[in-house]
């Protein structure tokens, strides 16, 4: 998603990096290995201490809600991480913050609630939230309240409760320190930020498994590549 559209409205996106109806080019795969400036930019950040993968989403994201919800991308990194950095590997999804946008805001803050209360296992889920959104938090709090399974007191608790606080926080920062211009963005080991582009399927029309195993394939390289 480009950022710079969003004001014009919900799931408005460019694909500026093909002209095909995913991010992705259909040509043969390179065997070849990851190459800095073609699979990856290489980011003025340190690098993480652990082998490590963060994915900069917004739940307002027609493509963020394909990667999570279609080729389930988060599910086949963390499948990844566990396999290949066994007790190491640490993958975090995490929404963008500009503070001059409620909706932003709001969701962020949606995302703080699941990532505190261990349960990401809703953010699947919380992708059909924009279509009930109208600048105000209350249809959150409501789904919150029912997929929590706890009443409104508790939810506006949660919602300005010091540990969202931190999280959402953590979120803003983000944003700021990557300069995120672009939904799904993904950062590997702190540094290195993947160029969808560079993905190759060996077929015309891909099956959406076969994109998400592309998308983790690739990652899984860059991870190889600069784990330290």
């Given at each position: 998603?480009n ?18 109806t ?7 795969a ?21 082998p490590?993968?963060?994915?900069a ?7 963020c ?20 950095y066994?007790?190491?590997?640490e ?5 963008i ?26 953010l ?21 309240a ?11 608790k ?12 953590k ?28 993905i ?29």
């Amino acid at each position: 998603m480009n950022l710079s559209l969003l004001k014009k409205g919900f799931y408005t996106a460019t694909l500026a990096l093909t002209a095909t109806t995913t991010y992705f080019a259909f040509a043969q795969a390179s065997s070849a290995n990851v190459v800095a400036g073609r699979d990856y930019t290489v980011l003025n950040q340190p690098q993480t201490p652990n082998p490590t993968v963060s994915m900069a989403m917004s739940f307002a994201c027609s493509h963020c809600a394909d990667f999570t919800r279609v080729y389930k991308v988060p599910e086949k990194i963390e499948q990844m991480l566990k396999a290949t950095y066994p007790g190491t590997g640490e993958y975090l999804e995490w929404h963008i913050v500009f503070n001059d946008i409620q909706m932003y805001r709001d969701f962020a803050r949606l995302r703080s609630v699941l990532y505190v209360t261990k349960n990401d296992k809703l953010l699947p889920a919380a992708f059909e939230l924009p279509y009930q959104y109208r600048n105000d938090p209350q249809p959150l709090k409501n789904w919150l309240a029912t997929n929590l399974n706890i009443d409104a007191d508790a939810v506006n608790k949660l919602w300005n409760s010091p540990s969202v606080n931190v999280f959402y926080n953590k979120q803003e920062e983000l944003t700021k320190q990557y300069d995120i211009r672009q939904t799904p963005t993904f950062i590997i080991n702190g540094r290195y930020e993947l160029n969808l582009a560079s993905i190759s399927i060996p077929v015309a029309n891909p099956t959406p498994d076969q994109i998400g195993d592309a998308v983790t394939a690739k990652i899984k390289e860059i991870l190889e590549a600069t784990t330290k």
